[in-house]
C-alpha cells in the first residue's frame, strides 16, 4: 500500500485515519497537525508527545510531498513572483502547461502597505479563457490537489523567512477558476482553517471566480465562509462575452440575480471585480451604466487597472480615468476601491511565468 500525502488530509481525514488505524483518540490528530503545520516537522523522530511504537508505524504510512521553488523574482515594490514546480499532474487534456508534464504554477507575494498578501494557484492552466489573462491561452490542463494547493503555499512560506516577512491575507486569484476546482479548494481551506494547522480565518481568505453560477450557489449553500470576489468586467453583455467567455453561458442578469438572492449574512457583501481595460470597458457609457447594475446590490467594487500582458492586445487605463471613476462611483454611493497593479517589472500578471518557462525549457 503506498504512503498517504499527509498534506492531502483534512484534519477530519486525519481524525478517522488515526482512529481507524490505530485506535488513537482525535487529539492525536491535533498533536501530529501542530507538529507539521506549527511547527514545521517533515518527520515523525521528533514528535516527542507520540509514542515511539505510533511514530514507527506512521513513518512507514505518511509521507511528506514536496514543492519546488523553480524560480523568484522580486519587484522594486516588494512583491515577489515565484514559479513552483508541484510534480507530475494527472492532465484533463493533451495540452502541456509544464515542462516534461511538471505542474508549473505561480504564485505571487504582494507587497502591500500594511501587510503581505499571498496569491495562490487553484489549476495548471484555466478553461475560462479570458481574454485578457495569459494562464487562459493555456487551457485546462488539472486540478491542483488539496496537497498541492497547501505544498504551494508552504514553499512560499519557507522562502518568506528570509526576507524577515509573511502573510497574513491569502486570495485564490492567482493560475486558475478557484470553483471549478471546487472539491480540492473546499478541502483546502479545511486545512487553512482548522486552528491546528496554519488558523487562518476565513475573513483572511478571498475566492475569486469568473462567474460560475452554480457554484458560486454551492459555495453560500456549503458555508465555506471565505470571502467571494466576482469578475464583472463589463457593463453589457457584448462586451461581457468578449472578453470573459463564461458569460455565454451566465450572463450578467442572471450573475446579478443571483448575487441579489445570496445569503450572506453577517458578510453583508461580497466583492465585484472590474479589470480596467483602456477603450474596452472604461467608457463614458460603462461609468454611467454600473450604478444603475449595481443599485441595491450587496456589493462593493473594486477597480483593477490592468496589469499588462504582453501580446495579449489590452492596456491599462489612465491613472486619471481610474481616479474618475472611483470618485464618480463614490459619490453614487458604491463602496468602490482600486486595488493598483504589483510586480510589473516581474511580470506578475498570472501565466507570464509559466508561459515563459515553456519558452525557455527552464524545467528539465
Same mark, same amino acid.
Given at each position: 500500500?503506498?504512503?498517504?500525502?499527509?498534506?492531502?488530509?483534512?484534519?477530519?481525514?486525519?481524525?478517522?485515519?488515526?482512529?481507524?488505524?490505530?485506535?488513537?483518540?482525535?487529539?492525536?490528530?491535533?498533536?501530529?497537525?501542530?507538529?507539521?503545520?506549527?511547527?514545521?516537522?517533515?518527520?515523525?523522530?521528533?514528535?516527542?508527545?507520540?509514542?515511539?511504537?505510533?511514530?514507527?508505524?506512521?513513518?512507514?504510512?505518511?509521507? $511528506?510531498?514536496?514543492? =519546488?521553488?523553480?524560480?523568484?523574482?522580486?519587484?522594486?515594490?516588494?512583491?515577489? =513572483?515565484?514559479?513552483?514546480?508541484?510534480?507530475? $499532474?494527472?492532465?484533463?487534456?493533451?495540452?502541456?502547461?509544464?515542462?516534461?508534464?511538471?505542474?508549473?504554477?505561480?504564485?505571487?507575494?504582494?507587497?502591500?502597505?500594511?501587510?503581505?498578501?499571498?496569491?495562490?494557484?487553484?489549476?495548471?492552466?484555466?478553461?475560462?479563457?479570458?481574454?485578457?489573462?495569459?494562464?487562459?491561452?493555456?487551457?485546462?490542463?488539472?486540478?491542483?490537489?488539496?496537497?498541492? %494547493?497547501?505544498?504551494?503555499?508552504?514553499?512560499?512560506?519557507?522562502?518568506?523567512?528570509?526576507?524577515?516577512?509573511?502573510?497574513?491575507?491569502?486570495?485564490?486569484?492567482?493560475?486558475?477558476?478557484?470553483?471549478?476546482? $471546487?472539491? !480540492?479548494? =473546499?478541502?483546502?481551506?479545511?486545512?487553512?482553517?482548522?486552528?491546528?494547522?496554519?488558523?487562518?480565518?476565513?475573513?483572511?481568505?478571498?475566492?475569486?471566480?469568473?462567474?460560475?453560477?452554480?457554484?458560486?450557489?454551492?459555495?453560500?449553500?456549503?458555508?465555506?465562509?471565505?470571502?467571494?470576489?466576482?469578475?464583472?468586467?463589463?457593463?453589457?453583455?457584448?462586451?461581457?462575452?468578449?472578453?470573459?467567455?463564461? +458569460?455565454?453561458?451566465?450572463?450578467?442578469?442572471?450573475?446579478?440575480?443571483?448575487?441579489?438572492?445570496?445569503?450572506?449574512?453577517?458578510?453583508?457583501?461580497?466583492?465585484?471585480?472590474?479589470?480596467?481595460?483602456?477603450?474596452? !470597458?472604461?467608457?463614458?457609457?460603462?461609468?454611467?451604466?454600473?450604478?444603475?447594475?449595481?443599485?441595491?446590490?450587496?456589493? =462593493?467594487? +473594486?477597480?483593477?487597472?490592468?496589469?499588462?500582458?504582453?501580446?495579449?492586445?489590452?492596456?491599462?487605463?489612465?491613472?486619471?480615468?481610474?481616479?474618475?471613476?472611483?470618485?464618480?462611483?463614490?459619490?453614487?454611493?458604491?463602496?468602490?476601491?482600486?486595488?493598483?497593479?504589483?510586480?510589473?517589472? %516581474?511580470?506578475?500578471?498570472?501565466?507570464?511565468?509559466?508561459?515563459?518557462?515553456?519558452?525557455?525549457?527552464?524545467?528539465?
Amino acid at each position: 500500500m503506498s504512503p498517504v500525502d499527509f498534506f492531502s488530509l483534512t484534519p477530519v481525514d486525519l481524525a478517522h485515519l488515526l482512529q481507524d488505524r490505530y485506535g488513537e483518540p482525535s487529539y492525536r490528530a491535533h498533536q501530529l497537525l501542530e507538529w507539521v503545520y506549527k511547527k514545521g516537522r517533515r518527520d515523525f523522530d521528533g514528535m516527542t508527545n507520540i509514542s515511539r511504537e505510533l511514530r514507527e508505524k506512521l513513518q512507514d504510512e505518511i509521507c $511528506f510531498s514536496e514543492a =519546488k521553488i523553480v524560480e523568484r523574482k522580486i519587484s522594486l515594490d516588494g512583491t515577489r =513572483k515565484y514559479l513552483i514546480d508541484l510534480g507530475e $499532474f494527472v492532465a484533463k487534456r493533451t495540452v502541456s502547461a509544464g515542462v516534461g508534464g511538471r505542474a508549473l504554477v505561480e504564485a505571487v507575494m504582494i507587497k502591500q502597505p500594511r501587510r503581505m498578501t499571498l496569491c495562490l494557484s487553484s489549476q495548471v492552466g484555466c478553461g475560462m479563457a479570458c481574454a485578457f489573462c495569459m494562464t487562459g491561452t493555456m487551457g485546462f490542463v488539472a486540478h491542483l490537489s488539496e496537497s498541492q %494547493i497547501i505544498r504551494q503555499l508552504l514553499a512560499v512560506a519557507e522562502d518568506s523567512r528570509q526576507f524577515g516577512d509573511s502573510f497574513s491575507n491569502i486570495v485564490f486569484m492567482g493560475m486558475g477558476e478557484p470553483l471549478h476546482n $471546487f472539491e !480540492n479548494l =473546499k478541502r483546502a481551506l479545511l486545512i487553512l482553517n482548522s486552528p491546528y494547522a496554519f488558523d487562518i480565518g476565513p475573513r483572511k481568505i478571498t475566492v475569486s471566480t469568473s462567474g460560475l453560477l452554480p457554484e458560486i450557489k454551492r459555495f453560500f449553500d456549503e458555508s465555506l465562509g471565505a470571502n467571494l470576489a466576482v469578475s464583472l468586467n463589463a457593463t453589457d453583455d457584448e462586451v461581457r462575452s468578449k472578453i470573459m467567455p463564461v +458569460n455565454k453561458r451566465y450572463n450578467l442578469n442572471a450573475l446579478l440575480e443571483l448575487v441579489r438572492g445570496l445569503p450572506l449574512g453577517k458578510r453583508k457583501t461580497i466583492t465585484f471585480e472590474y479589470v480596467m481595460l483602456a477603450g474596452v !470597458n472604461d467608457r463614458e457609457e460603462d461609468l454611467n451604466r454600473l450604478p444603475e447594475l449595481l443599485n441595491g446590490l450587496p456589493v =462593493k467594487l +473594486n477597480l483593477i487597472p490592468y496589469n499588462s500582458n504582453g501580446g495579449l492586445g489590452f492596456e491599462p487605463p489612465s491613472a486619471s480615468k481610474v481616479s474618475e471613476w472611483q470618485k464618480t462611483l463614490s459619490m453614487m454611493g458604491i463602496v468602490t476601491t482600486v486595488r493598483w497593479s504589483k510586480g510589473g517589472d %516581474i511580470a506578475a500578471a498570472c501565466g507570464q511565468l509559466v508561459s515563459a518557462a515553456k519558452r525557455s525549457d527552464l524545467v528539465h
